[in-house]
């Protein structure tokens, strides 16, 4: 029986593509899918948070003791040495690729257009063969109608596809306003 299929345009085996969970985070825990049959791996999601998380936490570090005596700096690590950031997430990707002959899906979850841009070029610079894009925007403002939800939405995928030639897939959430609607544009 023949199960190929296509997910954003990768060709795959059969339709069995293993999504987040702890196997998904290590280069070990992604061998062990492939080696079990998996026709594709959708690494765990890096979330924005987590990348200013990162960033405030490298400048919090980088700014303790600065009025202090210089010598007293010969006493911290080199963070040269460090992974911080989503460092560590584009290396799995680079180290899935290498040692992989499956494709290998980044996943991203952000709420700035700016930021899913740059971290979906990012991945595409690491390897991903596509990205999927976790969308769960809850407007709260009374003054923001479905139309500007809506756009927004669409700047941000006109600025991910922008920034990346792979493909792309946008996750909404179950209770999108009109997915039709949207589709459309």
Do not use: C
Not at 46 to 62: D, N, S, T, V, W
Not at 73 to 84: C, K, M, N, Q, V
Not at 95 to 111: C, E, F, Q, V
Not at 114 to 119: D, F, I, N, V
């Amino acid at each position: 029986m023949n199960l190929e299929t296509t997910y954003l345009g990768l060709r795959l085996k059969h339709p069995i593509v293993p999504s987040a969970s702890p196997l998904s985070e290590t280069l070990d825990g992604i061998r062990k899918l492939e080696d079990t049959g998996a026709a594709a791996i959708v690494l765990f999601s890096l979330f924005e948070e987590q990348i200013e998380a990162h960033g405030e936490r490298l400048h919090r570090h980088l700014t303790d003791g600065a009025d202090s005596y210089g010598e007293a700096l010969s006493y911290l690590p080199d963070l040269g040495e460090y992974r911080i950031g989503p460092d560590a997430y584009f290396e799995l990707i680079r180290k899935a690729r290498a040692h992989t002959d499956i494709p290998i899906i980044g996943s991203l979850n952000a709420y700035s257009s700016t930021r899913w841009a740059e971290y979906a070029g990012y991945m595409e610079e690491a390897g991903s063969h596509a990205i999927e894009l976790n969308v769960y925007h809850l407007p709260t403002d009374p003054l923001v109608d479905g139309a500007a939800v809506e756009q927004r939405y669409l700047d941000l995928i006109r600025a991910v596809r922008a920034r990346i030639a792979i493909p792309f897939a946008v996750k909404l959430s179950p209770y999108f306003s009109s997915l039709a609607h949207i589709a459309g544009q």
